[in-house]
Nanobody, 125 residues
Framework: QLRLVESGGGLVQPGGSLKLSCETS?????????IGWFRQAPGKEREGVSC????????KYLDTVEGRFTISKDNAKNTVYLQMDNLRPEDTGVYYC?????????????????WGQGTQVTVSS
């Protein structure tokens, strides 16, 4: 059974950094799949933050995080990371990783079929 587990969230001051991890298991098409990071703030819709292609390693970012966030993957550990630098209060939310197959790089949440439980990120002074 495919499983995704996020970790690394927490409370950080504006301008600080966090590194999120998404550990996957039960995943026989890990090398082919797109894995994405999404977030949801209270009262707002879930939005795509970044995604990475298993085949090419190509990446895609939400405009407001471009240059501040970096997605990467460690194939030996079946884990995808999201390094978040220069964090802002508006980055606050629950961060989820998700995956699926049969589509290219996209930040549209409804395309992804498998989701983790999420990890809370709070940016506040």
């Amino acid at each position: 059974q495919l499983r995704l587990v996020e970790s690394g969230g927490g409370l950080v001051q504006p301008g600080g950094s966090l590194k999120l991890s998404c550990e996957t298991s039960g995943f026989n098409y890990y090398d082919e799949a797109v894995i994405g990071w999404f977030r949801q703030a209270p009262g707002k819709e879930r939005e795509g933050v970044s995604c990475i292609s298993g085949r090419s390693g190509f990446t895609k970012y939400l405009d407001t995080v471009e240059g501040r966030f970096t997605i990467s993957k460690d194939n030996a550990k079946n884990t995808v990371y999201l390094q978040m630098d220069n964090l802002r209060p508006e980055d606050t939310g629950v961060y989820y990783c998700a995956t699926g197959r049969g589509f290219g790089l996209t930040l549209r949440p409804n395309v992804y079929g498998y989701w983790g439980q999420g990890t809370q990120v709070t940016v506040s002074s």
